[in-house]
């Protein structure tokens, strides 16, 4: 087991240099890489760190793209968020090595926000109001995920697997701000009987976003004279965070399958509103289940985002209630192709913010003539 006890060791440094720098880092830095790949773990609350066993493992925990043996893997993904407003790709393919101990992979993910209005020259110099002076811009962030699994111990009774992810980032508004960052992952699964165990440390050596602002003359001008900051070069950093996961399948007959699972992120950046919150560690936990037939179809159902708000119809604004973001979903797998299908909420139970979620998995098997 001292592939674990190094991963613990890796975890408490994290711990300690999170202390001593946590000033230095931004909280909710590069949230877009938290949004999550594949209809089939959306549907389940997120999580997949000790499940996952297909091509999205790239994302989730490249310590599961292992088990994607024999043939290369692909994996799509589309979302739409606020009626449209934003939008969500993902796209993967695995590549597994003839000996079945390794396998790479690579995944790209793009989240952008088109047509945004730049009223930055609405107002002429004389008061008036000039709407053909309107123009349009998108803020759009992207990032590429180059991930390696490798096996570390096979018997007959464990599989211990790890992996890691090597992360370009690139982030953009309009003309005005570019950024490019680089970060590192890595994770770790183990198999023993029915129970899966996996880790993952995200931004394990602290993930930086080096910024560069260009504005012309006119612009700084009208930033100046209506109060606004004229950003200079900057760098933002993401604080690591620790994932732990346990799940356990459950066989009922022998075409009925449940899979649970619990997932804890550990985050080192100070105290957030999640259900634990301390200062520097915040846990936030998710939990999922996949009730599987046949291995043919399956049906889904998860939470996350535990957190304390307001109470809906309290005028004090004292009352706090307890609030989770409610996930449900299904899939289905028709020979070599997996399709899923989320239904999730981007913020609690009592709010109707709900999106739907398609997704597409193939597996690319040579067919014999």
Wanted: charged fraction near 20%; glycine fraction near 6%; hydrophobic fraction near 45%.
């Amino acid at each position: 087991m001292r592939f674990l006890l190094k991963f613990v060791f890796i975890i408490i440094l994290i711990n300690i240099f999170s202390n001593k720098t946590i000033a230095q880092f931004r909280k909710y830095s590069n949230e877009f890489l938290n949004i999550g790949a594949g209809a089939r773990s959306l549907g389940m609350g997120s999580v997949q760190v000790a499940s996952v066993k297909d091509a999205t493992a790239g994302y989730w925990n490249p310590a599961g793209l292992i088990h994607v043996k024999n043939h290369p893997s692909i994996a799509v993904m589309h979302a739409e968020y606020f009626a449209g407003i934003g939008k969500y790709d993902y796209a993967t393919i695995a590549l597994p090595a003839k000996t079945g101990q390794r396998t790479l992979a690579i995944s790209f993910l793009r989240f952008a926000i088109d047509d945004i209005p730049n009223t930055l020259f609405l107002v002429e110099p004389d008061g008036s109001l000039n709407y053909n002076n309107i123009s349009s811009f998108s803020s759009a962030d992207y990032a590429v995920l180059l991930s390696y699994a490798k096996v570390a111990k096979q018997t007959d009774k464990l599989f211990i697997s790890y992996g890691g992810n090597a992360k370009i980032i690139h982030r953009s508004v309009g003309k005005f701000a570019k950024a490019w960052g680089f970060g590192l992952d890595a994770g770790i699964q183990i198999k023993k009987d029915k129970w899966l165990f996996g880790a993952t440390i995200r931004d394990v050596t602290t993930t930086f976003n080096a910024w560069s602002f260009t504005f012309t003359d006119k612009e700084k001008e009208i930033l100046y004279l209506t109060n606004n900051d004229i950003p200079t070069k900057s760098t933002e950093m993401t604080a690591p965070r620790l994932i732990a996961a346990a799940a356990r399948n459950f066989k009922i007959n022998e075409k009925i399958n449940l899979l649970a699972e619990a997932n804890l992120h550990f985050t080192f950046d100070g105290k957030r509103n999640t259900l634990i919150s301390t200062n520097p560690i915040s846990i936030d936990p998710n939990i999922g289940v996949e009730l599987g037939i046949n291995n043919n179809i399956f049906l889904r159902a998860g939470a996350s985002n535990f957190q304390r708000a307001l109470k809906d119809g309290d005028t004090t604004n004292q009352k706090k209630v307890w609030i989770f973001q409610p996930s449900f979903g299904a899939g289905f797998k028709l020979g070599d192709v997996n399709i899923d299908y989320a239904f999730t909420n981007l913020a609690n139970q009592s709010n109707p913010l709900y999106t739907h979620i398609f997704s597409l998995k193939l597996d690319l098997i040579k067919r014999e003539k």
